[in-house]
């Protein structure tokens, strides 16, 4: 029933009344607020993490894997950036360091800052260590791969440390850990360098194999006291390397290492694993630039700059 006139003045002509109604409103007006702040925040907060999303799944979608591949690194200068190397090299394992990569006259340059090694605190090591990385590869029981490499006209040898590619076995085990289990190994190049511990002496720089194996007999890997020729900065290198998986728990695996051509190691004894899995087979390849060793003594005072070019490898069994 619509109010009379008498009713409608005692509403108005009551203050406390009214004081009731603003309250009422004010009330109602900062509920709405409240909820339509919900709605918004929330809002935002799922476009921010469909945008976090979609970086992170463009960053893993490559899943293409190369059975055979060359890369001569026939790009612009500049940062050789994540993408790149997916188009590149297939699907990456692990952090790329596009600090340290950059492409130069169709050729890779890899910096190795100054006063780090591979196991320096991220801290301590504000433009990283080097360049770490792995890329999947198709299953296989023998693969081969070339590369070339250059150390800078500049560069401190000082003790050595890790370069240039290799294989990895199952669970490709690396950085000093057990392979106890049978199930894991790896094969790759150093450098190395005879010097003191205080880093006096004469330079006499060399490749040796590196290799983690069931019957490794050091704390980390092995290199069976063999070393290369005398290394010179600025000289291109050429590296070939042949890795075959053992068959189950037999000493008949192999791997060949040569430098332009010359033999560094040979050998068609090597029990990879004891595994009757997938884990007998070479799974990834690695592709690491960084010094030590752990110890300080394994530093350079400078920055660093080690050189790659004509990438390639191929299957060669299944």
Known sequence: ???TLDEI???ISSPTNTLNKYAMNAKLSLWLF??????????????QNVAVNQIVTESKA??????????????????????????????TVGNWDTRNNTIINN??????????????????APDGVGSICTFDIPKGSEYE?????????????????????GFRIGKGYTGCV???????????????????KDNSGTDNPYFSPYMYHFDKTQDCGDSFGLKSIKLERNKWYTVYMRVKS??????????????????????????WTTVTTDDRLIKRISWETFRGGKEDYWQSSTDDYVYYDDISWKKLAD
């Open 62 to 91: 490559v899943n293409t894997t190369y059975a055979n591949r060359t890369v001569n690194f026939s790009r612009t200068d500049g940062t050789y950036t994540l993408d790149q190397v997916q188009a590149d090299f297939g699907n």
């Open 178 to 196: 057990s392979v106890d289990g049978g199930d894991g190994g790896s094969a790759r190049v150093t450098w190395g360098n005879p010097n003191k």
């Open 246 to 271: 053992n068959t189950p728990n037999n000493k008949d695996g192999q791997i060949e290492i040569k430098i332009d051509g010359v033999t560094l190691i040979n050998k068609n004894d090597v029990r």
């Open 34 to 47: 409240f909820l339509v702040g919900i709605f918004f925040n929330c809002t935002r907060n799922e476009a």
């Open 1 to 3: 029933m619509d109010q």
């Open 9 to 11: 003045s005692r509403n």
């Open 145 to 165: 791969m070339t590369y070339k490499i250059k150390f800078d006209n500049n560069y401190k040898w000082i003790r050595g440390g890790k370069c240039g590619l």
């Open 107 to 124: 050729e890779i340059r890899v910096r190795i800052p100054k006063n780090t090694v591979a196991s320096t605190p991220k801290e301590n």
